[in-house]
């Protein structure tokens, strides 16, 4: 399982996305960015939030 704090990148937020991939982790964590914190994620920022995922 991989998990990603929000938090980890730099946002004052508590979710936690889990999923069985990096990919999963990356398009969930992309939607939350842009729902929660109104922020497109871009390749390069993607690139950097991989590094970031656990498991």
Same mark, same amino acid.
């Given at each position: 399982?991989?998990?990603?704090? &929000?938090?980890? @990148? $730099?946002?004052? &937020?508590?979710? *936690? @996305?889990? !999923?069985?991939? *990096?990919?999963? *982790?990356? !398009?969930?964590?992309? =939607? #939350? =960015?842009?729902? @929660? #914190? $109104? *922020? =497109? @994620?871009?390749?390069?920022? !993607? ?6 995922? !656990? $498991?």
């Amino acid at each position: 399982m991989k998990t990603l704090k &929000c938090s980890d @990148v $730099g946002f004052d &937020c508590a979710a *936690v @996305v889990t !999923a069985e991939t *990096v990919e999963e *982790v990356l !398009a969930q964590a992309a =939607a #939350h =960015a842009q729902e @929660v #914190h $109104g *922020v =497109a @994620v871009t390749a390069e920022m !993607a690139a950097e939030i991989a590094k970031k995922i !656990a $498991g």
